[in-house]
């Protein structure tokens, strides 16, 4: 059987092996009793899920906006400051979005299983100590085509108190590489470029709302003449623009901020390698697990207590009884996560002729 490393695994290993040993399924697979359902980012990042699925991109948007914020109470207590403070800022962005929307959605919260290059020896996959292959999974927020039919993959930050710089940007892994798994797993589609889609929850209350704003270039899901529903997706590849891509473009208002980046393939294939890099020494016979203490990681890390109880060199038993076996996900099953049948979402035709070999449609 493969080994499956999903990128959240990735990103614990590297910013802390104690956290990582604690907490990966691989390892001791922990995760806090007391750790109930989403939390505020989550719940927004379900209601962006209602608000681009790609069957309704066409609908008045009126009619989504409410689909959207009924999803909240299903991930928000009642009446609670998260509900309202959900609801403030989704309500603003719902205002400032429709003039940056220049792009049609997808796929909305994906996932992807990718297999892992061999950092050795270029063109193998990566294999684990008993011979058998290596596999990442990860998903994105949302994939997207813009106006010229070019795929980008977006990236939802639901964040407090700073934006998040444009080289940080540039740099983030939680970008790059989930494009990479994408571009990896569906064979035939091509990513030119990451979208931060970034929403300040701090500044929710601080902003007023604005009159709706009106889309300067709708890029609809059903377009006549043009491609759209009824056209496979190897025919959109064959309209697919030779536009230059603009390498970095920055829409912003005060809690709101979108960054396209422009990636190369020699990027995404670099990050591949480093995917490889970081299961080579994750899968080794003896990691160390070392901690690795941060003011940027710790708050948040949800093994305080036992990270500082073993700093010290005391008994962990009783602290880790707080700490059941991870729960499996709940998948919910999510409309627009699973098919491709929306037209502009119809499956490119390599992936789809592994999945149904008789339909075998003509490549790009
Ligand atoms: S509290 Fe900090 S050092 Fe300890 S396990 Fe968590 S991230 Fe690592």
Redesign the pocket.
């Known amino acids: 059987m493969r080994t499956l490393i999903s990128t959240e695994e990735l990103t614990s290993f590297r ?2 092996r ?2 990582w040993e ?1 907490g990966s399924p691989s390892r001791q697979n922990l995760e806090p009793i007391a750790d109930g359902g989403l939390d505020l980012a989550d719940a927004i990042r379900e209601a962006l899920a209602v608000y681009y699925f790609p069957g309704m991109w066409d609908w008045d948007r009126s009619m989504v906006e409410r689909l959207s914020l009924a999803a909240l109470p299903r991930f928000l207590p009642a009446a609670s400051p998260e509900l309202d403070l959900a609801e403030a800022i989704l309500a603003r962005y719902f205002r400032w979005a429709p003039a940056v929307d220049r792009f049609a959605p997808i796929r909305v919260t994906s996932g992807y299983e990718a297999r892992v290059p061999d950092p050795r020896t270029p063109g193998q996959g990566l294999l684990d100590a008993r011979g058998m292959p290596v596999d990442c999974a990860g998903r994105i927020d949302l994939l997207v085509t813009d106006e010229a039919d070019r795929y980008w993959a977006v990236h939802h930050r639901i964040s407090r108190g700073a934006w998040t710089s444009e080289q940080q940007l540039r740099l983030s892994d939680a970008d790059i590489i989930d494009s990479w798994g994408w571009q990896t797993a569906y064979p035939g589609l091509t990513i030119v470029g990451t979208i931060s889609n970034e929403l300040r929850i701090d500044l929710a209350d601080a902003v007023p709302m604005a009159p709706p704003s009106e889309p300067t270039t709708h890029v609809a899901q059903n377009v006549a003449g043009g491609g759209g529903r009824s056209f496979p997706q190897h025919q959109r590849a064959w309209v697919g623009s030779d536009q230059s891509v603009e390498e970095v473009r920055v829409d912003a208002t005060d809690a709101f901020r979108r960054t396209w980046i422009a990636r190369s393939p020699r990027e995404f294939e670099l990050a591949g390698t480093r995917v490889g890099s970081i299961a080579l020494d994750m899968l080794g016979p003896n990691p160390l697990l070392y ?4 003011a940027d ?2 708050p948040t ?1 949800p ?2 207590d036992p ?1 500082v109880a073993m700093s010290q060199g005391r008994a962990v038993d009783e602290l880790l009884t707080a700490y059941r076996p991870r729960q499996p996900a709940a998948e919910s099953g999510r409309i627009g996560d699973a098919t491709w049948g929306t037209g502009r979402g119809a499956a490119p035709p390599r992936w789809r002729s592994r999945q149904t070999p008789d339909a075998r449609g003509p490549g790009p």
Request: aromatic share 6%.
């Open positions: 910013r802390c104690r956290q604690l901690p690795t203490p941060s990681h710790c890390c093994f305080q990270c």
